[in-house]
């Protein structure tokens, strides 16, 4: 268990780290030209993804968000008392992450988000980003779990333009986002339905998994975000 939490912290830091720094690094460099910055947090945030499932997938999982330790625990692939632990270290590590990206950047460390972000069309969107990110996990394990870390970078990387919220997927990254006044942030008011959207769409996609594969069990996650 500890090995597994020091997993998850680790790559919940860089995963948290890598989402903020580069939307900063980002916005910076683009010269205000937003397709541009989103750009390049697209392609930091697939390639970190890529790297951290590959690395610490095999010790941990590589969960790095509530919503994917939401469906394994629904299909009784990790326990309550481990699930807690991982999305407590998930957040905890992931503002940790967040804040050390507003100190590289030379910003103040504590923020709060204030970047609206709601309505139908941007909880819709959130809500197809993670059904779609833990069918990929789950499908992906049961098809070819070697493709995992390149199949959850890649749908990521996609999801970031064809959803309306350019799909946060997570819940922990949700909220370490509202505490990001920069590129990547959101309002803190809009948190709540971003996450209850981001819950739907993952016990949705255990449903649809369970329809399409069966129940029996995929061996250990293996996902992220």
């Not at 268990?1 to 680790?10: F, S």
């Not at 504590?110 to 609206?116: A, E, F, N, R, S």
């Not at 997927?169 to 909220?175: F, H, K, L, Q």
Request: aromatic share 10%; glycine share 12%.
């Amino acid at each position: 268990m500890p090995r597994r939490l020091l997993a998850e912290a680790i790559g919940s830091f860089f995963l948290f780290a890598c989402v903020v720094g580069s939307g900063i690094m980002a916005e910076t460099l683009a010269g205000g030209n937003d397709a541009v910055a989103l750009l390049g947090n697209t392609i930091a945030t697939g390639a970190i993804l890529t790297v951290l499932i590959a690395m610490l997938g095999p010790i941990s999982g590589a969960h790095f968000n509530p919503a994917v330790t939401l469906a394994f625990w629904l299909r009784k692939e990790i326990g309550a008392t481990e699930g807690l632990l991982y999305v407590l270290i998930q957040l905890v590590a992931g503002v940790l992450g967040v804040w050390a990206a507003h100190l590289m950047f030379d910003l103040p460390a504590m923020q709060l988000g204030v970047k609206p972000r709601t309505g139908f069309g941007q909880w819709l969107g959130e809500g197809i980003a993670t059904f779609g990110l833990v069918l990929v996990i789950l499908g992906t394990i049961r098809a070819n779990k070697g493709w995992v870390p390149a199949a959850v970078g890649l749908y990521i990387s996609s999801a970031y333009w064809f959803t309306s919220s350019t799909s946060f997927a997570n819940p922990a990254i949700t909220v370490g986002r509202g505490l990001s006044d920069t590129f990547a942030g959101i309002a803190v008011a809009d948190i709540p339905g971003f996450v209850m959207a981001q819950f739907a769409g993952a016990i949705l996609a255990v449903g649809i998994f369970a329809a399409l594969y069966g129940n029996d069990s995929t061996a250990s996650a293996e996902a992220s975000v």
